[in-house]
Nanobody, 115 residues
Framework: QVQLVESGGGLVQAGGSLRLSCVASEDSSSFNPMQWYRQPLGKQRELVAA???????IYASSVKGRFTVRRDDSKNTLYLEMNDLKPEDTAVYYC?????????WGQGTQVTVSS
């Protein structure tokens, strides 16, 4: 069973930065894509950034220019570097990986941005 373990969340002031990590229990190069989603309290889960095996990275318009998704398959790890954080970025952030049309999810990590 594939496991995805996120870390790096926490409480930060507006304008601050955080880096999230997602470590996969299996060879991450087998996943296409690997992605970050987030779910604010009481709202639907939304795609934040996607890193396909081939092609360009994709970002939600609300985070473009502030967030960067990176992938290191030698470490089976997906990263999300978040800069200039805003209170509206507050959410539970989930790692997602897709393989053979099967979605795998991490348990989520809370990011809270205070104003």
């Amino acid at each position: 069973q594939v496991q995805l373990v996120e870390s790096g969340g926490g409480l930060v002031q507006a304008g601050g930065s955080l880096r999230l990590s997602c470590v996969a229990s299996e060879d991450s190069s087998s996943f296409n894509p690997m992605q970050w989603y987030r779910q604010p309290l009481g709202k639907q889960r939304e795609l934040v950034a996607a890193f396909p095996s081939f092609g360009s990275r994709i970002y939600a318009s609300s985070v473009k220019g502030r967030f960067t998704v990176r992938r290191d398959d030698s470490k089976n790890t997906l990263y999300l570097e978040m800069n200039d954080l805003k209170p509206e970025d507050t959410a539970v952030y989930y790692c997602n990986a897709v393989r053979s049309n099967t979605n795998y999810w991490g348990q989520g990590t809370q990011v809270t941005v205070s104003s």
